[in-house]
């Protein structure tokens, strides 16, 4: 391979990632679920594509990366073939996947593309020139505000736990899915909460919350990770709300850019799409790549994917908290 080699996750530099393959987030990864990383960079580390090796009784994988919304969104495409490539050489009897941000389908040899979603990036200067972004919807801004909805930001335990509440009821209840552990939260607030890269933006109607914002920092950029609402209280319009208040702060604090997160490209999640892009959102497709050795059985992955899928059935019919807790605790890294 032209100039591409293995590097220690630590030694390359924080300065040249994005969120998702920055060494904070990584090692919530690895702080909530015993994953470790590795890299494949060029000689002149500029180019960084960290990965871990995934091992269960089913078959053997390189991820790049789990748990996260995309592993790359700026990159040269002979690059990423030259990694890709190296990796596939290195670990030829494994799946090897990856997601990234482009605006059109990657050409990756021995790799097949499929798009999967997603991203919705704003402009926080182009936000605040242009009043017709802002006008997008003020009524429901104003219900809110009338409904006497404040929105706050909080780093407290408390808020973290009141956050947790609502994810938790959010993705059994809506989604029929197991919710992530609550150490992989306390992760990422331990990781970035405690050290002043990221915050909870809530919506409160009196002394409920109605709506919890998982918001992190990087360099130039809000991402807004996860969100969470009570579903009785949506009539009052506590998401819009957020969504207002998480534009005015990233302007006031000189942040260029707010990144919305993963939406899916199915019919179910035109609704979200449409709500992230009130606010002038560009929509720019996600990605999958992904490799499987001539070795690997198709019987294999839909016997891991049942698998997974009669774990969370399992749990969630019990329709005990303690059950779905205790299920999530023991088996979610496992959907890595």
Known sequence: MRNTQLTDIQSFPASYTNLFNSNDWLSVISNSYGINFNAVIDNNHQFFLPFCLLEDEFFSSVKSIPFSDYTLIDYSEDTLDDALQFLRETYSDRCIETTVISKKAPSIKHFKSTKTGFLIRIDIQKWK????????????IRNALNNGLIAKISTSLDSLTGFYELHE????????RLPQPVRFFTAIYNGFLCKEKGFLLEAWYKDTLLASWFILKHR???YYKFGASNSNYLHMRPNDLLFRSLMQYGSDKGFKTVDLGYSGATKSYEGLIRFKSKE?????????LEYFPENLSATLLNKKTNYLNSITKKAIDSKDINIIRKTSDEFYGRFA
Do not use: C, M
């Open 280 to 288: 002038g959102g560009e929509k720019i497709p996600i990605y999958h």
């Open 220 to 222: 130039d950029t809000l």
């Open 129 to 140: 020139e242009s009043r017709d972004l802002k006008k997008a919807y003020e009524k429901n």
């Open 169 to 176: 009821q959010l993705r059994i209840n809506k989604f029929y």
